[in-house]
């Protein structure tokens, strides 16, 4: 079973919202800190924001005041909440989530990808007018 499952993905014009959901079926070991990356076409995997496990959470300058980070850790769930999206968001949005707890209280960057045990499969979300 793939352990990490997103949804939420879509196409949407500049300033548009949406909502990515990704659930989690980890279950032999705590789930510490988990994120959001992205990968745009031809372009390189970046980090978007991350939670750790007391609910801090840290964003990449470019998603600041626009993305909100949550987690539900009784329904193994972790949220993105778009707002204004812009053509730039456009890329494919990948969960992952990591066995080890990153404090991300006091501005402390976002782990990156190489921190994390799992991943999901991605979805993709499309901003174009």
């Known amino acids: 079973q793939v352990p990490l499952v997103e949804s939420g993905g879509g196409s949407v014009h500049p300033g548009g919202s949406l909502k990515l959901t990704c659930v989690h079926f980890i279950d032999e070991y705590p789930v510490r800190c988990m994120g959001w990356f992205r990968q745009g076409q031809g372009k390189e995997r970046e980090e978007v924001a991350a939670i750790d496990s007391d609910g801090a959470a840290g964003y990449v300058n470019s998603v600041k005041g626009r993305f909100t980070i949550t987690r539900d850790d009784n329904k193994n769930t972790l949220e993105l909440q778009m707002n204004d999206l812009k053509p730039e968001d456009t890329a494919m949005y990948f969960c992952?989530?990591?066995?080890?707890?990153?404090?991300?209280?006091?501005?402390?960057?976002?782990?990156?990808?190489?921190?994390?045990?799992?991943w999901g499969q991605g979805t993709q979300v499309t901003v174009s007018s």
């Open positions: 992952a989530a990591s066995l080890t707890d990153y404090s991300l209280r006091f501005g402390m960057a976002i782990p990156p990808a190489d921190q994390y045990d799992y």
